[in-house]
């Protein structure tokens, strides 16, 4: 079975503190992604990666950025972390895709809170 | 832009009574579309996917979802629902129009067993 791992399930954190959220693969796949998930407004794209060092921007990246310097581990930063990031972030890798059939495969997620 | 709409907030049904839950896309060319299920507190788990042929398409867990290129429908389908089946239920595209072929979410369905 693909497992996508998010090392922290429930963070803490302070405004302006910097903020990393870790997402490891082991299926070797060429695709990751981070979302971010609130609710009635389902899940919105913040950054994906189609290889290492390789990155693009989703629908909301901004106060976000991304790190991939192994092609297993997806990282998301926030820079100076702020009280509308408060929310749950979810990773997810896919094999490069193929005719678009390809699945995602998503991680437990990282429920954030900044006070 | 590929998109798609999940008209209901909720979806409440008695155990045993069939239940659907609603999806309509709006994709320019041919659309691949996946349904995924999560529990309280998880991540995503996919359920199922449309790429091409067979209109019915079976995934886990006895759900189906029926594919309708007129009504540009992907309804979410199960015969016989369980209590264990309460969940929040989402569609969504692969975005065939930018690289990294991301998933865009619906909103999301609360869907609702009661004994």
């Known amino acids: 079975d693909v497992k996508v791992t998010q090392s922290s399930r429930y963070l803490v954190k302070r405004t302006g503190e910097k903020v990393f959220l870790e997402c490891v693969q082991d299926m070797d796949h060429e695709n990751m992604f981070w979302y971010r998930q609130d609710p009635g407004l389902g899940l919105r794209l913040i950054y994906f990666s189609y290889d290492v060092k390789m990155k693009e921007k989703g629908d909301i990246p901004e106060g976000y950025s991304v790190s991939r310097e192994k092609k297993e581990r997806f990282s998301l930063i926030l820079e100076s972390a702020s009280t509308n990031q408060t929310s749950m972030y979810l990773c997810?890798?896919?094999?490069?895709?193929?005719?678009?059939?390809?699945?995602?495969?998503f991680g437990e997620g990282s429920w954030l809170t900044v006070v | 832009a590929q998109s798609v709409a999940q008209p209901e907030d909720q979806v409440n049904v008695a155990e045993g009574n069939p239940l659907t839950v609603k999806c309509t896309y709006s994709?320019?060319?041919?659309?691949?579309l996946f349904w995924y299920v999560q529990y309280p507190n998880r991540g995503l788990q996919f359920l199922l996917k449309y790429i091409t042929g067979d209109n019915l398409v079976k995934g886990s867990y006895g759900f189906e979802a029926e594919f309708n290129k007129s009504q540009t429908s992907f309804h979410l389908k199960k015969p016989s629902a369980l209590v264990s089946d309460s969940a929040l239920y989402f569609c969504a595209v692969r975005d065939m129009q930018h690289s990294g072929y991301a998933l865009n979410f619906g909103k999301g369905t609360s869907l609702l067993v009661t004994p």
């Open positions: 994709v320019s060319g041919n659309p691949y």
């Open positions: 997810a890798s896919s094999p490069r895709p193929e005719g678009g059939g390809n699945t995602i495969y």
